[in-house]
């Protein structure tokens, strides 16, 4: 596809307009201010359009779709133990299915290309995956609070299977990791098998850290006054490629850590602030080299999966907490969502609309009330536009969205199944408690 005359945004370049950008084989071949030589298929009419590289969700439970809205005005381990782990004990793999393609329609209605995702029911995210288009690097969440029974606990054989059946599936758009919940949801032994797994698999590792100010102190109670950051790293889990999400509460020796090991941060500051967890310091981050990338987190904590309006947000909750209207600055965010994202998934051929990168991209349709006058394109983008501004959303060259139709997915028949599989769910549930 060659796209003429149309505005582009790409991480650590200046705004343009009248711009020339072509795909082939799955790659940007051309980025210009002239009409390239070549036959590159159809042609798109960018007048009046933006193009920016596609949004990388840093941090998902795709399948929470279906607690959208379910249970409210909780912490988040009380809001966990009371609506999430009882909702999610009866979920079914098919229902997890529904959920995923209906998390990852939204995504690509507003121009993600790529989420990172920690959950359990690995065949059915990953089936959702493989069919949709979109890139994922998926891990399956581990909880243990029993060292007897975790080695042959089906969940473990189930990350292992999981690794062996989808590493790098779907012409790579699949990439399989190994995660713990969290250093209060997992014993010492449980984290160490998560370390050996990568190792011998040659993936990476997820995990929630220092979410709540509970988890962070309650940790240094556990382990001699050890931070989760350093315990986790004197568990050998940071001496792999990690993906740590929140990080809210963290203290400088741990950035010191983290910035170490090359640790990637998910920021999610919607589910921080619903749930009460406090303000990350992105700055100090930022400041100390640390990769920090963008995510929704789960929809049962956000309650959607828009991602530009978690950039917004993520913006004017740093400026608003510290009392500084520069702590955070627009072209930083763009970063952020996009290659500072990628590289979170060690894909550092994407996030950039440069030549020779993968041909992620996402097109927005600037003619609208919200964004006009247009002063800053960069500023427009994460402080006015809309998901519903998104055009056509890209992944390997593939169109798979385009002027409100999803090109892989039949998003009438998501929503009846994502509906049914809900209700379902709920008498499921209602049936437990009054046999419980």
């Known amino acids: 596809m060659l796209f003429s005359n149309i505005a582009l945004l790409t991480p650590g370049q200046p705004s343009r307009e009248g711009m020339f950008v072509a795909t082939k084989g799955g790659k940007i071949a051309f980025v210009g201010e002239r009409r390239p030589e070549g036959n590159f298929g159809e042609e798109y009419d960018g007048r009046g359009k933006l193009l920016i590289p596609g949004l990388v969700n840093g941090h998902c439970h795709v399948p929470m779709t279906l607690v959208r809205g379910y249970g409210t005005g909780l912490p988040l381990q009380e809001w966990l133990n009371t609506y999430m782990f009882p909702y999610e004990d009866q979920i079914h793999p098919q229902d997890a299915y ?89 014993t010492e032994k449980c984290i160490r098998d998560i370390v050996e797994l990568a190792h011998r698999y040659h993936t990476g590792v997820q995990i929630h850290l220092s979410e709540t100010k509970k988890e962070h102190e309650e940790c240094k109670g556990r382990h001699q006054g050890r931070t989760p950051t350093q315990y986790l790293r004197d568990c050998g889990f940071f001496d792999l490629p990690a993906l740590a999400a929140h990080g809210v509460w963290l203290e400088e020796g741990d950035l010191e850590i983290l910035a170490e090991k090359g640790v990637g941060i998910a920021y999610n500051p919607t589910s921080n602030m619903k749930l009460g967890s406090g303000f990350a310091p992105v700055r100090r981050m930022l400041d100390k080299g640390i990769c920090v990338g963008l995510g929704t987190d789960g929809a049962g904590s956000n309650n959607n999966l828009n991602m530009l309006e978690e950039a917004h947000l993520g913006l004017l909750i740093q400026s608003g907490h510290t009392g500084n209207c520069q702590e955070l600055m627009a072209e930083e965010m763009l970063a952020m969502a996009t290659v500072h994202g990628a590289r979170n998934q060690r894909r550092e051929d994407c996030g950039r609309v440069e030549e020779g990168f ?79």
């Open 98 to 186: 529904w959920g995923a393609m209906l998390g990852i329609a939204e995504m690509l209605r507003g121009g993600v290309t790529s989420f990172s995702e920690q959950y359990m029911f690995a065949d059915s995210i990953c089936q959702a995956v493989v069919e949709s288009g979109i890139k994922c690097n998926f891990s399956r969440s581990l909880v243990c609070f029993d060292d007897d029974t975790y080695l042959e606990s089906d969940r473990r054989q189930e990350a292992i299977r999981n690794c062996e059946t989808y590493q790098n599936a779907a012409d790579d758009r699949l990439k399989v990791e190994f995660a713990a919940h969290g250093e209060y949801t997992t």
């Open 358 to 436: 993968r041909a992620d991209l996402a097109v927005l349709d600037l003619d609208r009330p919200h964004l006009t006058p247009l002063h800053d394109l960069t500023n427009q983008l994460f402080y006015a536009a809309q998901a519903s501004d998104v055009v056509l959303t890209m992944v390997d060259g593939r169109v798979l969205y385009r002027d409100g139709r999803l090109t892989t997915i039949d998003l009438e028949r998501v929503l009846y199944e994502a509906r049914r599989a809900n209700w379902d769910v709920l008498a499921r549930l209602a049936a437990a408690r009054q046999q419980g």
